[in-house]
Every structure is written in structure tokens, then in C-alpha cells.
């Protein structure tokens, strides 16, 4: 059986004039829309996640705004499967697990963004639930964190969370992927 393709919250909300704009994400969709292409050249399966805020106090993927709109670069295909959700996993309160469960699928190829927040949450729920994953390191972004008076630059959190990861999941550059995939 194939992989999946999982792109997890590639939204307009974290590009140039978004809501909550990241560091790297025009370049991290480019590697994840090459990924996306070799999903559809070969014909496996590819399912999109599109986060949906319904959260009081929300600041961004509100519904019923440009922001919360999949980016043009990974814009679905007829007959590939779209998922909203409303929390970091794109397992919780879902019907993702049944539909790979449905499907047969038991390794995923995970691109997105936020890599701290969707990404690390749902990587680490995959595996959680018995999923090989594969996580292109160059297909997602992130952005600067603080905490207790420290600002932590995006590059150190996505390098934090990617060697975190690399636990849960095999990290790959896009490329990398394509060649081997």
C-alpha cells in the first residue's frame, strides 16, 4: 500500500499579509507543492487539513475569510479528500484515523505548518496511533516563540522541533523524497 500525502494548514493566513504570518513559508510550500506534484504524478493518495478557528478570541483561519483559504499552491484536485478541523491535531474530532483505517493506509508524508504547533501535534499523534511517518523538513515553517521574557528566533524553533521529531517520525528534505519516495 502507498502513503498518503497529509498537508497539514497550508492556509493564506500564514503567508505575506496573513493574519499570523511565518518565517519560511513561501519556501516551505514550494518544497511541499513538489512533494504534492509526485503524490499526483504516481497517483496516491493525498489529503488536505484545513484549520478552521471556531475558538473565541481566535486572531486567525476565521471562518468566512481569505485567511483561512488552502493556499493557491496546494489548492485540492477533484477527488482528493479535504478535512476541517478545529484543534492543533488533525485527528481530534476528525474522520481522519477512519479514513485511513477505511483506506488501508498506515504511512503518511507529512508536510505543513505550523511546525510547533499542527505539525509536532500531529506527527506525534501518528505515531501515537501505530502510523509510519515521514516529515519533509523543508515543506513546513514556523515562526519566533518567547516565553518568560526570551524570544526564541524561528530558525532555533523549527530546529528544536525537527530534532524533537525526528523520534516520531523519518525527516526528510523534499528532494530527498521525491528521488526515493
Known amino acids: 500500500m502507498s502513503p498518503a500525502l497529509l498537508i497539514v494548514d497550508i492556509q493564506n493566513d500564514y503567508f505575506a499579509g496573513g493574519a499570523m504570518q511565518l518565517v519560511g513559508s513561501e519556501e516551505a510550500a514550494r518544497k511541499a507543492a513538489k512533494v504534492l506534484l509526485e503524490f499526483r504524478r504516481r497517483g496516491w493518495p493525498v489529503i488536505h487539513v484545513q484549520h478552521v478557528s471556531v475558538q473565541r478570541g481566535a486572531q486567525f483561519f476565521l471562518p468566512n475569510t481569505s485567511g483561512v483559504e488552502i493556499h493557491a499552491s496546494m489548492a485540492p484536485r477533484e477527488g482528493e479528500t479535504v478535512f476541517q478541523k478545529h484543534y492543533p491535531s488533525c485527528f481530534r474530532e476528525t474522520p481522519l484515523l477512519d479514513h485511513l ?16 504547533m499542527c505539525v509536532d501535534t500531529t506527527v506525534r499523534a501518528a505515531f501515537d496511533l501505530g502510523m509510519e511517518c515521514a516529515l519533509i523538513q523543508d515543506a513546513c515553517a514556523t515562526k519566533a516563540l518567547s516565553f518568560g521574557g526570551v524570544t526564541v528566533a524561528a530558525e532555533q524553533v523549527q530546529a528544536s522541533y525537527l530534532a524533537a521529531l525526528g523520534t516520531f517520525a523519518k525527516l526528510q528534505a523534499a528532494e530527498e523524497w521525491c528521488k526515493a519516495g
Open 101 to 116: 483505517t477505511k483506506s488501508g493506509i498506515r504511512q503518511l508524508v507529512v508536510v505543513g505548518m505550523m511546525t510547533h
